[in-house]
């Protein structure tokens, strides 16, 4: 009998090894034992670089009802302990992380790797706030590189002072599809300012910055306002509790009004209408081309073989002077009307996408938009798409609320586009 139940366990034991495993097991066959889900894989990748594992924590919804025991964990060491809470953009799915919290610990390079690592299993990430992480300026670099590759559009570095750090390099991309930015009390400077005023006119994708609770004085503002002269795509700036002025207060009420153009704009002005009727001649040019060939192929298919001229040739003369007395009697009673019109008709509906394609053009380039010469200054129309400026808790007195008091009475005379279909 002993013998019987060892060669039992034998054959069981084969049994089992010859089984395939789960579909979850053999969907990691790649020896990481990783899931595929944020929550699990992201302590497990913490532990691959030699760091302690670092919780992943769901934050429940508005909705949600919270036990006495989570309400209060404050109370508890876990509070103060390193963790990652993150928000899902459905809660019945795992890993549709949206929104990723890091408050009050350090991040180093190696908390950088883990991200760069992770951040591929969340497909919905769009944004990440970093409070009080200690961010210093190569962190800075490769953190802007992270959103920059993942295409992060919501971006929140509260609390981050970084002496001498730039900034701009977060959406200082061409590819970037940064929307939002924060950069509340992180200490800077105007040379900060001048940063991110510098990169302002060729970011295209930027629509809110937050400027507040730093150290910026009226140079910096102006930096900013060198920067918004020729963007026009950022809606909202916030530049409460800084060191602002009046002076400050004046240059951003005159970029959102009208200000004068400078020699380099002029100077640009003029290279962009040279540019723009260059590439029309070009334009013009191969389609005449084609149109001739054109006229010239449909001419030669017109015109019937010369057996069939031979047939009849007299009752074709006739026909042909009929059709041309009548077609030169019509042909003055058109004359008579206004000729010019047709004119101008056919060559709008030749131009087409044409004509398009210049209006966008001139609609996003500031420098093209009409000038008015006063005083031996040529003067466009200011900044009309910042809809919200936020200068509460500085520094500026009577002298910059009259210069908004003008800037705003200049732009209620304004007509704005599609006014008539609202």
């Known amino acids: 009998e002993s013998l019987a139940t060892c060669e039992m366990t034998k054959r069981g034991a084969q049994k089992v090894a010859e089984k395939p495993p789960p579909e979850s097991e053999s969907s990691n066959s790649d020896g990481d034992g990783l899931t595929g889900i944020f929550e699990t894989d992201f302590p497990i990748l913490c532990v691959q670089e030699e760091m302690h594992p670092v919780d992943v924590v769901v934050l429940a919804s508005k909705g949600a009802v919270v036990e006495e025991s989570e309400a209060k964990v404050e109370e508890n060491a876990d509070f103060f302990r390193p963790k990652v809470v993150v928000e899902l953009e459905d809660e019945s799915v795992r890993g549709s992380v949206k929104t990723m919290h890091v408050r009050g610990w350090k991040v180093d390079e190696r908390v950088l790797k883990v991200l760069n690592l992770a951040f591929p299993l969340c497909n919905s990430l769009t944004t990440i706030k970093f409070w009080n992480v200690g961010l210093d300026k190569q962190l800075l670099d490769k953190f802007a590189n992270l959103i920059n590759r993942f295409n992060i559009k919501n971006v929140s570095l509260t609390g981050n002072p970084i002496p001498g750090g730039d900034f701009s390099v977060l959406f200082d991309h061409e590819n970037s599809l940064l929307q939002q930015l924060s950069l509340r009390g992180n200490c800077l400077d105007d040379a900060g300012a001048q940063c991110l005023g510098e990169c302002l006119p060729a970011n295209q994708s930027l629509l809110i910055l937050d400027l507040s609770h730093n150290r910026i004085s009226s140079v910096g503002a102006k930096h ?11 809606l909202s700036l916030s530049l409460a509790n800084n060191k602002i002025d009046d002076k400050g ?31 029309t001649e070009v334009e013009k040019k191969p389609t005449s081309a084609s149109q001739i060939a054109g006229k010239d192929r449909s ?78 200054k040529k003067y466009i129309l200011g900044n009309r798409a910042l809809t919200n400026l936020n200068l509460s808790y500085n520094f500026v007195g009577e002298i910059g609320l009259a210069a908004f008091l003008a800037t705003v009475e200049f732009q209620s005379t304004l007509r704005w586009p599609r006014s008539e279909e609202r």
């Open 249 to 279: 207060a004046c240059a951003l009420a005159e970029v959102l009004s009208r200000f004068a153009l400078s020699h380099h704009e002029i100077v640009a002005r003029r290279m962009y209408h040279a540019e723009k009727k260059q590439t």
């Open 224 to 234: 900013l306002v060198a920067g918004l002269r020729i963007n026009r795509t950022l």
């Open 299 to 376: 001419k030669e298919k017109s015109t019937p073989p010369s057996k069939k001229r031979d047939v009849a040739p007299k009752k074709e003369e006739k026909a042909k002077k009929d059709e041309k007395e009548a077609s030169a009697g019509r042909g003055k009673k058109i004359s008579s009307a206004d000729p010019k019109k047709r004119t101008k008709g056919k060559k709008l509906s030749e131009q087409g996408d044409d004509g398009a394609k210049t209006l966008c053009l001139e609609h996003c380039n500031p420098l093209v938009e009409p000038v008015e010469e006063v005083g031996g």
